[in-house]
């Protein structure tokens, strides 16, 4: 079983920026694709980016053009460069390879890293 461990969350002003990370104890190149996913208080987990392994990226909406995903298949890390953080991104963020474009996903979550965003 793949472990997660996702980190680089913390406290930051409306407007500011983060980069989380993903360490996977696996190849993410064989993987496949690797996704960022967020869960809010009180609403379920969703999937707001993805990446494939030839580098396609994919966004929700509510974070498009504000969020970057990355890979580095050598490091084994995903990435996700956040700017024009709103109060709303306040969520813990998650890593795991998508089977879909909700929240099913092939591994078992990690712990998250968590993200507020004071207004």
């Known amino acids: 079983q793949v472990q997660l461990v996702e980190s680089g969350g913390g406290l930051v002003q409306a407007g500011g920026s983060l980069t989380l990370s993903c360490a996977a104890s696996?190849?993410?190149?064989?993987?496949?694709?690797m996704g960022w996913y967020r869960q809010a208080p009180g609403k379920q987990r969703a999937l707001v980016a993805f990446?494939?392994?030839?580098?396609?990226?994919n966004y929700a909406d509510s974070v498009k053009g504000r969020f970057t995903i990355s890979r580095d298949d050598a490091k084994n890390t995903v990435y996700l460069q956040m700017n024009t953080l709103k109060f709303d991104d306040t969520a813990v963020y998650y890593c795991?390879?998508?089977?879909?474009?909700?929240?099913?996903?092939?591994?078992?979550w990690g712990q998250g890293t968590q993200v507020t965003v004071s207004s």
């Open positions: 795991n390879s998508p089977l879909d474009a909700g929240s099913t996903s092939r591994f078992n």
């Open positions: 696996e190849s993410i190149f064989g993987i496949g694709t």
């Open positions: 990446i494939t392994r030839s580098f396609s990226t």
